[in-house]
């Protein structure tokens, strides 16, 4: 049956006697203390960013902890010593600062890092392992990133977004001395003229820096009206750095159009080494400075390309693909080269777990980890991948997912995988988790295999019936796997069994497979969801009488779209989703190609294609009582789409409710724990409110 034909459909047509589960409201509080409560959100820790010291005995790491007084997550860097498997945590003053981005020297002997306090001036910090003193090299005038040391340790470089004036049009007026006027007119003609997260951009552009690594004035390294970005890449002989950039007389309006460029570090002289025909990135100089590994795709303007791992030499020249990872995309990090040359070192996603692997140049292969915990902080969901960094030795250093807890720090050496840090046991320790199991699902659309795993509720009783959420993920161009995720333990310590898949669209299953929603999202994807429910509902514990169903961003929009094409689910919640593919392609903060790479056109010249595939185009026959919930700064899906749909409810008289949260972005949409506590609370207090079968 084709997705598109709109009228509804049953659920699994089962039912059988339906044995009732106390809610949340109902469990005594001893058991309540047992499981994960909203409020244990503000104790939770997470590892991230790992950078293994040259030697291997050093991992200097990320540590994110929900601080309760100030209501996030407080970034701070740790040093594990895995040797005496002690660890010590770099503090340059007693301030409240959050720091970031370690970066080990090549010798070893000092660390450089970013720390960002409350209330001052960011700065850039050199911590000496041996003497143990920290110092401040540079107070750059905006936050820098992509910290990389010169081969000499001499220099220390970065991008940076270099300050600008801001546009004028038209005659200044003069302000009388004590005079209270409004605030001046904004004029805004780049076409990237905001960011989610960020906001309205400041003026100026994102360019090359360095600076030495004792101290001294900053030098730009680049200029002009473009952007450049990370990740960097010195020559061994420290005379030029690799990095990449997007130039041209078009290149805001082709933003996956980069390409790799070369910068003397004597005058910033430029050369473009790769054809620009894609994302070219993530250039890594070879040790013995003749070959970059870097990685890209030929832009087709799909929905979807894997990236591939490339050779060249380091004019630029014999650029050939790595015959490496059959049907999969290696992940945007920079390659990592072995000390002798031989061996690059690169992440990937497969089958919902991010994984590292050895490359030989002749495309050979050696998968090393499993299990690449996010680096985004505390996960509320359970995307799959990370980063990690590689000794000269081989040993391995990154943050470890798990089905448990949220990631820890470990290091894979000599064929196995050490978990040095258990940042958790603290708060978890006595809590009952929801446990996760795979689920085999065939799409009833094609009978394509998809993945789908389900988190029980603590305590779990299989001849028992449990009311289920299907929480979908964003993107689509991403995916989960068998992770921690606060949402979903917070849904099964309610009594739910959780229900998520990795549909259509989602990376790790290969080009085609992501691609069954190219310019028809959403899609497939939405039939690969509904054979997961009607599988879930087949195990025999669900009752097809209590469904929910949610999802955030792409996963939003889905929820979205599902009201409008089954009524099989009793109430739902869509997160900052997409409703009218129209204005979010002219609105999204990265608008210019959005339009063209996900529907192969842009409104105006096929606008039935972007109605068809609008969860707006289908209000009509929703009849399922549906919340809204979106960030009121979000510049990804704009709060004017959940409105929208919210709108069109209200006039039809379907029960709906909208949520703006104070202050996010689509980036940030979870990263305060009260509110990400309270959003938790509000989906199941409406899911609460209409679960009849419960009563």
């Known amino acids: 049956m084709s997705s598109w034909f709109p009228i509804v459909f049953g659920c699994w047509a089962a039912v059988t006697a339906t044995v009732g589960m106390p809610t949340m409201a109902q469990t005594p509080v001893a058991e309540k203390a047992a499981v994960l409560q909203p409020e244990d959100l503000f104790g939770l820790s997470a590892a991230g960013d790992a950078q293994i010291s040259p030697d291997g005995r050093f991992v200097a790491y990320v540590r994110t902890t929900n601080d309760i007084a100030v209501d996030r997550g407080r970034t701070t860097i740790w040093l594990f010593d895995t040797r005496t498997h002690t660890e010590t945590e770099l503090r340059e003053a007693d301030v409240d600062a959050d720091r970031s981005h370690p970066r080990w020297s090549q010798t070893g002997d000092r660390l450089a890092f970013v720390a960002k306090p409350d209330v001052g001036d960011v700065g850039i910090f050199i911590y ?45 007026l003069h302000k009388p001395d004590g005079a209270k006027w409004a605030e001046p007119l904004r004029i805004l003609s780049r076409i990237e003229y905001k960011r989610d997260g960020e906001g309205e951009r400041k003026p100026g552009y994102a360019h090359v820096f360095i600076v030495p690594t004792d101290g001294g004035t900053l030098r730009a390294l680049t200029s002009g009206s473009f952007e450049d970005s990370g990740p960097l890449s010195w020559t061994p002989d420290g005379s030029a750095i690799l990095f990449t950039s997007r130039r041209g007389p078009n290149w805001e309006r082709e933003r996956d159009l980069y390409a790799i460029y070369r910068a003397a570090i004597t005058n910033g002289a ?14 890594s100089v070879s040790p013995d400075g003749k070959r970059v590994a870097f990685t890209g795709y030929v832009q087709n303007y799909r929905g979807y390309e894997n990236r591939r791992l490339l050779v060249m030499d380091i004019e630029g020249r014999n650029q050939r693909v790595v015959p490496v990872l059959d049907d999969r995309s290696v992940d945007r990090s920079k390659p990592q080269w072995s000390a002798d040359g ?3 070192y690169v992440g990937y996603e497969d089958h919902g777990f991010g994984k590292v692997a050895s490359v030989r140049l002749d495309g050979r292969m050696k998968t090393i980890v499993s299990g690449l915990g996010g680096d985004e902080g505390i996960p509320d969901t359970p995307y799959a991948g990370g980063a990690f960094s590689v000794a000269k030795d081989g040993t391995i250093a990154f943050a470890l997912g798990s089905t448990d807890h949220p990631s820890d720090l470990a290091i894979a050496r000599g064929g196995s995988i050490t978990r040095l840090t258990h940042l958790n046991d603290k708060v978890l320790s006595g809590k009952r988790l929801g446990a996760i199991q795979p689920l085999s699902v065939i799409s009833r659309a094609d009978k394509v295999p998809v993945d789908a795993w389900l988190v029980t509720p603590p305590n779990f009783d299989p001849s028992r019936r449990y009311p289920m959420v299907l929480e979908i993920h964003g993107g689509p161009f991403a995916g989960y796997g068998p992770s921690f995720a606060t949402d979903h333990q917070l849904y099964a310590a309610a009594g739910y069994v959780v229900l998520y898949a990795n549909p259509r669209g989602s990376t790790g299953y290969g080009e085609a497979f992501a691609n069954g929603v190219n310019h028809s999202f959403p899609g497939l994807d939405y039939e690969d969801l509904m054979s997961a429910v009607d599988t879930a509902i087949g195990k025999g514990f669900v009752n097809p009488d209590r469904l929910f169903v949610t999802g955030v961003s792409g996963g939003g929009a889905l929820t979205a779209w599902i009201v409008g094409k089954t009524q099989c689910f009793k109430a739902a919640v869509s997160q900052a989703p997409v409703i009218d593919w129209t204005t979010e392609v002219l609105t999204v903060d990265f608008y210019p190609w959005m339009g063209k790479q996900w529907f192969g056109t842009q409104p105006w010249e096929d606008h039935e294609l972007f109605w068809k595939h609008s969860p707006l185009s289908l209000v009509g026959s929703v009849a399922t009582p549906t919340m809204l919930i979106v960030g009121d700064v979000d510049m990804r899906t704009p709060p004017t789409q959940a409105e929208a749909f919210s709108a069109a409810l209200q006039i039809r008289g379907i029960p709906t409710t909208l949520i703006k949260i104070p202050g996010a972005s689509h980036s940030t949409f979870s990263t305060r724990p009260s509110q990400s506590a309270a959003r938790v609370n509000a989906i199941l207090a409406w899911f609460a409110r209409y679960d009849v079968a419960a009563r």
Do not use: C, Y
């Open 128 to 172: 000496k392992r041996v003497s143990g003193q920290i110092a401040r090299i540079a107070t750059p005038t905006r936050a820098p990133s992509h910290l990389t040391w010169s081969p000499d340790g001499r220099t220390l470089a970065f991008i940076m977004s270099a300050p600008g004036a801001p546009e004028t049009l038209g005659a200044p």
């Open 270 to 283: 430029l050369t473009q080494l790769t054809e620009n025909k894609g994302p070219e990135t993530s250039a």
């Open 342 to 344: 031989r061996t690059l």
